[in-house]
């Protein structure tokens, strides 16, 4: 998805992780996933880069649809599709 | 020929089901045997990310990892002198852990742990506790405790804890798809 078509998105749960390193984002997303149906977006916040490779491997290995990521200043915002 | 055919699909099936059932699992199991704070964190790290990409795992801790897991404010009882010694010059517990490098006498332990606190990394005592709620085993080797003179009292509660031998890490280790040595 583009940037423009990220930002129109509308997130049914947004996980702010930017208080936390590696492994924190990927543990929030894990704990959160279990609180949106299938079909619906998520959104994680991330201050972390390293979170954005993790969170789409994570992704297929968990079979949700990683719609891709913003930068915006400082913080990253990753969407995925359960 | 076609009792022939079935007999053959028998057959396949059999094999694709022993095929399956030798493949390893989605599961990590490693030997932490360091004691360093850095190596202990990094084991820590992978075990509570392995768990979130939703693998099983199974630390086994021997040798100098074994005092990490001894708790601060526990007593073992009654101990021969040399264990009673052993057990005074080995660190007790997770938060007398040291740098494998740039300790200088505690400095660089302490400037490292500042400086994780100010980038938000978890502390190890945090790690730990986040690894026993999300289920990651843990297994000390008992001939560590014998040759350390620890006894199970004064090691931490943790949820998942067992005093295994090498078969148990072994046959962990064959029917895990990651295996590390930390």
């Known amino acids: 998805m583009t940037v423009e078509e990220l930002k129109a998105l509308k997130s049914d749960k947004v996980v702010d992780a930017r ?3 590696c492994p924190g984002p990927l543990l929030a997303a894990k704990k959160a996933i279990g609180d949106i149906q299938a079909g619906q977006v998520m959104e994680i916040l991330s201050a972390d880069e390293g979170t954005k490779s993790d969170i789409p491997k994570w992704a297929k290995k968990q079979s949700f649809e990683y719609l891709g990521s ?3 200043d400082g913080m990253f915002r990753l969407f995925l599709k359960k | 020929m076609a009792n022939d055919l079935e007999a053959q699909v028998k057959q396949l099936e059999a094999q694709l089901k022993a095929l399956q059932e030798g493949q390893p699992k989605d599961q990590l199991s490693m030997i932490v045997f360091s004691g360093d704070l850095d190596k202990v964190l990094a084991a820590f790290i992978i075990a509570t990310g392995a768990r979130a990409m939703d693998m099983e795992v199974k630390m086994f801790f ?3 990892a074994t005092p990490v897991l001894r ?5 073992g009882g009654k101990k021969d002198f040399m264990s009673s010694m052993l057990g005074c010059m080995l660190p007790k517990g997770s938060t007398q852990t040291k740098l494998s490098k740039l300790n200088m006498c505690g400095m660089g332990t302490n400037m490292l742990k500042s400086v994780m606190k100010k980038k938000n990394v978890a502390s190890l005592e945090s790690l730990i506790e ?4 999300l289920g990651v085993e843990i297994a000390i080797c008992q001939m560590s405790m014998d040759l350390m003179g620890f006894k199970k009292d004064e090691m931490i509660d943790y949820p998942y804890l067992s005093y295994v031998g090498v078969g148990t890490y072994l046959s962990d280790a064959q029917e895990s798809k990651i295996q590390l040595f930390i």
Do not use: H, L, V
Not at chain 2, 130 to 133: D, F, L, M, P, S
């Open chain 1, 19 to 21: 208080g936390t390193a």
């Open chain 1, 70 to 72: 913003i930068d915006e």
């Open chain 2, 62 to 64: 021997t040798f100098w």
């Open chain 2, 71 to 75: 708790a601060k404010n526990k007593k």
């Open chain 2, 130 to 133: 986040t690894a026993g709620e």
